[in-house]
Nanobody, 117 residues
Framework: QVQLEESGGGLVQAGGSLRLSCAAS????????MGWFRQAPGKERELVAA???????YYADSVKGRFTISRDNAKNTMYLQMNSLKPADTAVYCC???????????WGQGTQVTVSS
């Protein structure tokens, strides 16, 4: 089992940047596929970016070229660098872990990101 804790959210103006962190407990972080999800009020949760155990990445079309996902297995931490933020990026961002090939099973509490226009 793994426990996840996000940090780094906040209020930023459009065009600004934020870096989210997801710290994981345990010593098997590198076994897990990791992802960042977000959910805005009244909308479904969506997968924003993901990184595999081998380091391959996935991005939703809406964030390609603006967001970068990375992981530091030595620090048991995953990051989401968010640049050129837009008001449409406003949401609660959660990190999640999947013991591949299973589904995302472990979730953090989430961190609020608010982008003002």
């Amino acid at each position: 089992q793994v426990q996840l804790e996000e940090s780094g959210g906040g209020l930023v103006q459009a065009g600004g940047s934020l870096r989210l962190s997801c710290a994981a407990s345990g010593r098997t972080f590198n076994w897990y596929g990791m992802g960042w999800f977000r959910q805005a009020p009244g909308k479904e949760r969506e997968l924003v970016a993901a990184t595999s155990t081998g380091g391959s990445t996935y991005y939703a079309d809406s964030v390609k070229g603006r967001f970068t996902i990375s992981r530091d297995n030595a620090k048991n931490t995953m990051y989401l660098q968010m640049n050129s933020l837009k008001p449409a990026d406003t949401a609660v961002y959660c990190c999640a872990a999947a013991l591949v090939p299973g589904p995302y099973k472990f979730w953090g509490q989430g961190t609020q990101v608010t982008v003002s226009s």
